[in-house]
C-alpha cells in the first residue's frame, strides 16, 4: 500500500524485471491503481534499456538517459515498491522469490518479465574471453573498457561479432562507426580496425527475406567487413577463436551476439518449461502449470502463438498482460491475446542510415532512420516523461479482491482502536519474531527470549551507559532496505560519541493490512535492521509495534563507553582539520524521489551510503586522535557544526567547493526541490560571516541539507588529518574528504573570508564564528 493510504493490503502482486512489458504495466497501474493490491517490482538494473535504441548509443547518436527507462520514478508513479536485487529462484509452494540480496519476498500474484541471459556454456572457452551483449547494462560497462583499449592502440584493432542475426548485425556497424569515429578524434588511425563477422547459418539475418539481406550484405561489403557464413565457432581461447573447419582467427575483441538462452534458476522453479528453458504461457500470458504466474517479454513463450524473440512482441504483450493480472486480482474474466505475425523491422546501419521491412516491403535511407529515431523516442516518452502523480489509493476495495475471510478481516482493521488497541497483535509478532535470529551479548540477561515486561541489561564495570532515540517514517517503500537505514541512523549518534554499542529496542508502526501482510511486513523491516545490528554486535530486546497509515521504524539504543575516552562535540582546536566521512545531499534527493525527479542512479547511490556503517570510520577517527565528532542528520551539515563550534569555543573556515555531494543534488537544488525541514535548518545563515560570497551557489543550500544515515564530521590534528583521509578511503569511505579546519576565536562581528589553499576555480571559505546567538 501507499505509505499514507487508510486502504489495508489485501494481496501482493509481484513483478519480477523491469522488461517492456512491465514498464507497461506499471504505467498502467499508475494510471490506473487498484485498491487493496500492494504492487512490487524486483530488478536487477534501475535503468532498464530499450533493446531498439541501443545500436544507437553504441554509435554515440544518443546519451545514457535517452536509452534507458528510468525504473524508479516510474515505480513511484505505479505506488510500487522497488526492490534493487537479483532473482535466483522461486519456492511456488510458499509464494516466495528468492533473491540474491535480500530475504524472500512473498507473492500472491506473480509476473515475470526478466529477457534472456547469454548461453555461452555451449562453445568452449567462450566464458571469460568474449563481451557478451545481454544483459544489456553489463555489456555497456564492458564496451566503454573496450572503447578505451582500442583508442589506446594506434595500430590495427582486429574485432569479432559472434551472431548475424538483426541484433549482431546492427551492433557491428554501430560498433565500427563509433570506433572509427572515435579513433578519428583522438588523433589515430581511424583505417586501422577490422572487423569479422562469424555466423553458423548459410546467410546472415536468416529470418529475413531476400532483398533485406542482399542490401545488408552489401553494406557490410561496402565497409569492408569480413562475413564468415555457415562455420560454427567450436571454441573460444584467449585472443583466438576456432570454427568447425578449423580455421583459427586472431581477434583482439570478441562480441558475442548469438541467440541468448533462459535464466539457470528457471530450471529449477517447477514452472512448465520448453527444451530451453523458458516459460511456457497460454493465450492469457499465464504458466501452463501454475495459474497464479504470469510471463511475457523474452522469458516466454505462447504455446499457440509461436514468435521469435523480439523487443516489438515484449511491448505488445504489456497492454494484455496489465488487463490480465488486475483481472486476476478481481476474480473477473481474462481476455487472450494473439500477436500480430508479421511486424515492422527497422534496422539501422550504424550511421543514421536505416533499412526497413515488413511481409514483402523493403526501403532503406535517412530518412527511415528518422522514422525510426521518432518511433523510439516517441515510445521512450511515454515511460520517461509521466504525468503529474496518481493520487493516494482511494479508501474502498477493489471489487472481487477478497475473500470472506479477508473482508471480515477488514471490518475489524477498519473498527481497531487508538491506544493499545492500535498495538500488532501477539501472534503476528511472534510468528515475524519466529524467523528472525538476532545478535546475543552475554550482558544482556532477561531480553526477547523472556516473557518478562522489560529487558535487564548489565553494564561492564568501569563503563559509563550512552542512551539515544531516532524514529523517523519510511523514506522509500522497501521495508528490508527501509530497516538497514533505520538502524544505521540511530547507531550514529553512539558512534559518534565513540561509544560501543550495547542493546536496542525498536519502535515499529506498520501500514494497515491482514495479518499475513502485517507479519511479512514486519518481517521485511525487522530482517533489514537486525542485519545491520548483528554487524554492530547489537543485541535486540524488545520494542513495540503498532499499525498506522505509514510506515515508521525507530531504535532506543544502549551503548558502553569510557568515560575517559568519550567523544564529544566539544573540543576542538585551532589548527584542526575537519573531516566529512559521506557525501551531502540526501534531503533534496529523496524529496525529488516523492516528485518522481530524481534519476533512479541518484537514489541508488544515496542509498548505499546511507546502508554503510559509520564504525570503522569512528574507530579510525579514535586512532587519529579525533578531538570532537558528531553525526550529520537531520540539522544538516552548518546545523551540527554550529553546535560543535559553541561547545568548543573556535571558529572555523569552510572550503565549500571540497564539501562532496551527491550525484543529482545540485541539479536538484538549482531545480528548487528541498527537504520540509530546509527552511528551518537555513536560519542558521546567520552563523556565516561571508554567506552573501557563495549564497547563490547550489553547493551552499545542501550545507543546510538535512541528511538521513549521514557521515560523520570529526576534528582531527591537522599532522594527522592526511593519514586519516587515506585510512578513510581505504576503508570504504570513497568520498571523505577534509572539508575545512579549525580557527581560533574571533572577535570580529563582520564577514570575514578566509583564503584556502590556492586551487582553480576554488569557491571561497566560508568562515563560522564560534560566538553563534
Given amino acids: 500500500m501507499n505509505r499514507q493510504s487508510q486502504t489495508p493490503v489485501v494481496k501482493d502482486l509481484l513483478l519480477l524485471g523491469g522488461g517492456h512489458s512491465h514498464v507497461a504495466v506499471l504505467k498502467r497501474f499508475g494510471m490506473k ?31 545514457f538517459d535517452e536509452t534507458h527507462i528510468d525504473l524508479a520514478p516510474l515505480a513511484r508513479f505505479a505506488g510500487a515498491r522497488l526492490f534493487h536485487d537479483e532473482v535466483i529462484g522461486l519456492d511456488l509452494a510458499a509464494r516466495q522469490v528468492i533473491c540474491r540480496n535480500r530475504p524472500p519476498v512473498a507473492y500472491d500474484l506473480l509476473s515475470i518479465d526478466i529477457g534472456s541471459t547469454p548461453r555461452m556454456n555451449e562453445v568452449p572457452g567462450a566464458a571469460g574471453n568474449v563481451v557478451p551483449v545481454k544483459p544489456i547494462n553489463r555489456f555497456l560497462a564492458e564496451w566503454q573498457r573496450l572503447e578505451e583499449r582500442v583508442l589506446a592502440h594506434d595500430d590495427e584493432v582486429r574485432i569479432g561479432v559472434v551472431g548475424a542475426g538483426a541484433g549482431g548485425v546492427e551492433i ?33 539475418l536468416p529470418s529475413y527475406n531476400a532483398r533485406v539481406r542482399r542490401k545488408f550484405s552489401r553494406v557490410l561489403a561496402e565497409r569492408g567487413v569480413h562475413v564468415h557464413t555457415g562455420n560454427a565457432v567450436t571454441e573460444v581461447l584467449p585472443g583466438r577463436l576456432k570454427c568447425a573447419d578449423g580455421s583459427v582467427f586472431a581477434l583482439d575483441e570478441i562480441l558475442w551476439v548469438t541467440p541468448a538462452g533462459a535464466a539457470p534458476w528457471l530450471q529449477e ?84 542510415y536505416a533499412i526497413a521491412s515488413r511481409n514483402g516491403f523493403v526501403a532503406e535511407g535517412k530518412l527511415i532512420w528518422r522514422w525510426k529515431d521518432r518511433i523510439d523516442r516517441r515510445f521512450m516518452r511515454k515511460y520517461n516523461e509521466l504525468p503529474e502523480m496518481a493520487e493516494a489509493d482511494r479508501p474502498v476495495l477493489a471489487a472481487g479482491l477478497a475473500d470472506a475471510e479477508a473482508l471480515r478481516e477488514i471490518s475489524a482493521i477498519a473498527m481497531r482502536c487508538g491506544g493499545c488497541g492500535a498495538k500488532i497483535g501477539s501472534t503476528v509478532l511472534d510468528r515475524a519474531l519466529q524467523r528472525l535470529t538476532p545478535y546475543v551479548r552475554r550482558e544482556v540477561l532477561i531480553g526477547l527470549d523472556a516473557p518478562d515486561d522489560a529487558a535487564v541489561v548489565a553494564v561492564p564495570p568501569g563503563k559509563v551507559v550512552v542512551h539515544t532515540v531516532d524514529y523517523f517514517r519510511a523514506l522509500i517503500e522497501d521495508p528490508y532496505l527501509f530497516g538497514q537505514i533505520a538502524a544505521n541512523h540511530a547507531l550514529g549518534d553512539l558512534y559518534a560519541m565513540g561509544a560501543e554499542p550495547q542493546t536496542a529496542l525498536a519502535i515499529v508502526t506498520l501500514t494497515y493490512g491482514l495479518e499475513a501482510k502485517l507479519e511479512e511486513q514486519l518481517f521485511q523491516l525487522m530482517a533489514g535492521a537486525l542485519k545491520v545490528l548483528a554487524e554492530a554486535e547489537v543485541a535486540l530486546v524488545g520494542g513495540h509495534t503498532s499499525e498506522g497509515a505509514e510506515l515508521a521504524l525507530g531504535f532506543a539504543l544502549n551503548g558502553v563507553a569510557d568515560p575517559e575516552r568519550l567523544l564529544r562535540k566539544g573540543g576542538m ?49 579514535s586512532r587519529h586522535r579525533a578531538r570532537a565528532c558528531t553525526d550529520i542528520t537531520g540539522f544538516g551539515l552548518i546545523g551540527h557544526l554550529v553546535e560543535m563550534i559553541k561547545a568548543s569555543g573556535v571558529d572555523v573556515a569552510l572550503d565549500l567547493a571540497a564539501v562532496p555531494v551527491f550525484e543529482g543534488a545540485l541539479e536538484t537544488v538549482r531545480r528548487g ?23 547563490e551557489d547550489a553547493r551552499f543550500a545542501l550545507l543546510f541539507d538535512p541528511q538521513t544515515a549521514g557521515g560523520l564530521l570529526a576534528s582531527v590534528p591537522g599532522e594527522l588529518a592526511e593519514r586519516c583521509l587515506v585510512e578513510l578511503r581505504s576503508l570504504g569511505y570513497g568520498r571523505a574528504a577534509v572539508i575545512g579546519h579549525v580557527l581560533p576565536q574571533s572577535d570580529a562581528l563582520e564577514p570575514i573570508v578566509f583564503a584556502p589553499e590556492p586551487r582553480e576555480q576554488a569557491l571561497p571559505s566560508l568562515a563560522l564564528a564560534g560566538r553563534v546567538k
Fill in 172 to 204: 557491428l556497424l554501430a560498433a565500427q562507426f563509433r570506433l572509427q569515429q572515435a579513433r578519428a578524434a583522438h588523433g589515430r588511425n581511424a583505417r586501422g580496425l577490422a572487423f569479422h563477422l562469424f555466423t553458423d547459418t548459410n546467410e546472415i
Fill in 673 to 695: 526541490i528541498f527537504s520540509s525541514l530546509q527552511p528551518q535548518n537555513i536560519r542558521l545563515r546567520r552563523a556565516l560571516r561571508n554567506a552573501s560570497a557563495v549564497s
Fill in 573 to 621: 582546536r585551532a589548527g584542526d582539520a575537519l573531516i566529512l566521512t559521506k557525501p551531502l545531499g540526501t534531503g533534496t534527493l529523496f524529496a525529488a524521489e516523492m516528485r518522481g525527479k530524481a534519476k533512479g542512479r541518484w537514489i541508488e547511490e544515496a542509498l548505499a551510503a546511507m546502508t554503510q556503517s559509520n564504525r570503522a570510520a569512528a574507530e579510525c577517527f
Fill in 33 to 63: 491503481p487498484l485498491p487493496g493490491v500492494r504492487l512490487s517490482l524486483i530488478s536487477r538494473d534501475v535503468h532498464t534499456p530499450y533493446s531498439g535504441m541501443l545500436p544507437g548509443l553504441i554509435a554515440g547518436h544518443y546519451s
Fill in 269 to 352: 522453479s517447477g514452472l512448465a518449461l520448453d527444451p530451453q528453458g523458458f516459460i511456457l504461457v497460454n493465450d492469457y500470458l499465464q504458466s501452463v502449470s501454475h495459474p497464479e504466474v504470469f510471463a511475457a517479454g523474452d522469458v516466454a513463450v505462447m504455446v499457440n502463438h509461436p514468435r521469435p524473440r523480439a523487443g516489438v512482441f515484449a511491448v505488445r504483450q504489456g497492454k494484455p498482460l496489465a488487463h490480465n493480472l488486475r483481472a486476476a486480482l478481481c476474480g473477473s474474466k481474462l481476455k487472450p491475446y494473439k500477436p500480430q505475425r508479421a511486424f515492422l523491422s527497422l534496422i539501422s546501419t550504424g550511421d543514421k
